[in-house]
């Protein structure tokens, strides 16, 4: 291809708060650089059904404190057929557009790779979800903030937990990474978090009840990650109102409100530095990788890596709720 000219962009996957402000980031960017910039709404169906529209400066103006985004987000069965693909990119060519920004998460970026290897399209992704769950960034967009929404409500949970003398088990997103979990564990001095890393190498409801939880304690939260691997809180309540009644059970499932709300700085801030840093990407010809933090310095990452490679989480953090939850 070409000098770039004009640059797409969509968000795609779960919703993330601070997904408004990498917009605004790549918009700003991309225009004082010179180039024009097209917005694509509901992801990569507005691709396929050609719901583009160009964008200026004012059209990303106050969106910064706004969680979801403006653009819209939504599944799209066509763009994984080979035909749905085909139409996209007669679209995109149709509306004049040179290469992709793609705001989201794994699944997101998955689709951007195959249709970059299709097409000769020069994609850049930005790492946009809750679960922190990509390989070559420190952080995603989004995660901050649903953490300290999680920590808000485990707060509240825990006055009335005291209150009556009773455990809980919180579930928070994640799917099958246990990030929220674990460090929204410490933040709010869970007792325990549950987390699909090490399901499968102890027995956590047995290894909590074992280290002597509760005996000085007249209430306990315990933390656990949505994934079939751990079963969810769910299947923790189940187990303990079985094997030992004498404890006073509830559970909460946080939801969908970890995935609301106005960013928190640390997410506009991260947002910010990651549109900004794909513009200049594609200016020096980069292509087909996803733009991420890590010791605070702005990183490449090639799609393959950051879809395929697990992102690791720090078992240390886990000794570290054990030891303070005593």
Known sequence: MGAIKCIGILTSGGDAPGMNAAIRAVT???????????????????????EITEFK?????????LGGTILKTARCKEFTTPEGRQAAYENM?????????????????????IFAQEFDVPCIGLPGTIDNDLYGTDTTIGYDTALNTIL?????????????????????MGRDAG?????????????????????????Q???????????????????????????????YAERVKN?????????????????????????????SRLGAAAIDALMEGQRNV????????????????????????????????RELSI
């Open 205 to 235: 409801l047995e290894e909590l009840i074992k280290n002597g939880f509760r005996k000085s304690k007249n209430s306990s939260i315990v933390i656990v990650a949505e994934s079939e691997l751990t079963g969810g809180a769910m299947h």
């Open 93 to 113: 060519k149709k509306e004049g557009i040179d290469a992709l920004i793609i705001i989201g998460g794994d699944g997101s970026l998955t689709g951007a790779r």
């Open 290 to 321: 996803m733009i991420g933090i890590e010791n605070d310095e702005v990183v490449y990452v090639p799609f393959t890596k950051a879809i395929k490679n697990e992102k690791p989480i720090n078992k240390e953090l886990l000794n570290i709720v």
């Open 152 to 172: 808000e409500a485990v707060d509240k949970i825990r006055d009335t937990a005291t209150s009556h003398e009773r455990l809980f088990f919180v579930e928070v």
């Open 57 to 65: 400066s004012q059209n990303v103006s106050n969106i910064i404190q």
């Open 179 to 203: 990030f929220l979990a674990l460090n929204g564990a410490i933040a709010s001095g869970a007792e325990a978090a549950i987390i699909p890393e090490i399901s499968t190498e102890v027995d």
């Open 28 to 50: 700003r960017a991309a225009i004082y650089n010179g180039l024009l910039v097209k917005g694509i709404y509901r992801g990569y169906k507005g691709l396929v059904t050609d």
């Open 243 to 271: 094997e030992y009644p004498e404890y006073d059970v509830r559970v909460t499932i946080l939801g969908h409100v970890q995935r609301g709300g106005s960013p928190t700085a640390h997410d506009r801030i991260l947002a």
